[in-house]
């Protein structure tokens, strides 16, 4: 894309929870780093849970061609959710402590380098889900990883070893309960350790629940997970950081556009590691290249 002629305007939502690395001051590395005879920058800090949608939504409305998630996926999540619809394309600062999408969409998690993708930025659209009607543009599941976002979202540690503890401690105490997942045409029942929902590759921290996940061909990727042992879970660990979970007889990969599943016990839900809530249904859909990003996306996104 050429450049414009004169600066457009770009719009910086900050999170000031977000992260462990809360030393930084982005206003001053924005200040420095920014270019400003492409972007004419704003700036405003969140001031609550759930404020970025509106700032965002409103950014859109004044103009701003870009608007800047700064923060993790939750915040990302909020940003994206208010730009679906409008004209303005979503720019990241990862300061957050797994960011997810920014590694899928190829965003450094250096600031300054981030800084500098959005000076020559590169376009795209990608697909964007949602499940129960809540948006979601990484990752959703329900399960395992529903009731780890829950006990996360009470928790005030951050960080990934805070986070593995935790997966360790509920993994003692977790039952796999009885669902049916409808896709594709077929019903598949069975005890479900956890049912996850891919637009993106990756959990964040380059933990991959779908490696071969691609954001832009409309389809996302679904991984099933059954009944789960000590010995499996170590098993799943390592796959997940390997990427070996797609080569795993332990987890099961399909691919579509929308997906039900039906459960006995209500079963706790998140989207983009932001707990939700419990239900017994569940409906996933996608909405193709419903979000124009700047990224670095290679061959295969
Ligand atoms: N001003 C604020 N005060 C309190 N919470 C906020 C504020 N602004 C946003 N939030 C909430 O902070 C939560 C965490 O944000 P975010 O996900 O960006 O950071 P993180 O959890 O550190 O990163 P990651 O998701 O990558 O692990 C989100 O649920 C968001 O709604």
Known sequence: M???????????????????????SVPDLIAQHLDTSRWTPELVFTQYAGHAPDLARQAAEDGA????????????????????????????LP??????????????L?????????NRPTFHRIDSCAINGHPFFCTAGIGFDGLVSSVFAKSTKRGL????????????SF?????????NGRSLSSEFFVVA???ASQYGNNAYIAPMANIQDGLMDVCLIRHVGVAEAIQLGYGLMTKQIAHSSLAE???CATVRVQSEEPQYFHADGEFIGQATEFEVQLFPESLEVIASLGAKA
């Open 197 to 199: 929902f891919a637009n």
């Open 95 to 108: 300061k957050g402590s797994g960011n997810g999408l920014a590694r899928h969409l190829g965003i450094p």
């Open 2 to 24: 050429e450049k414009p002629t004169a600066p457009e305007k770009a719009f910086f939502i900050l999170n000031p929870k977000s992260g462990v690395r809360n030393n930084i």
């Open 65 to 92: 061609r870009l608007v800047v998630a700064v923060g993790g996926d939750g915040t990302v999540n909020e940003v994206a959710r208010g730009l679906k619809g409008t004209s303005a394309a979503l720019g990241i």
């Open 110 to 118: 250096a600031l300054p380098q981030a800084l500098a993708l959005l």
């Open 175 to 183: 039952k796999a309960q009885e669902a049916t997942v409808s896709i």
């Open 161 to 172: 070893s805070s986070y593995v503890q935790l997966v360790v401690r509920e993994f003692r």
């Open 253 to 255: 990969f399909h691919t």
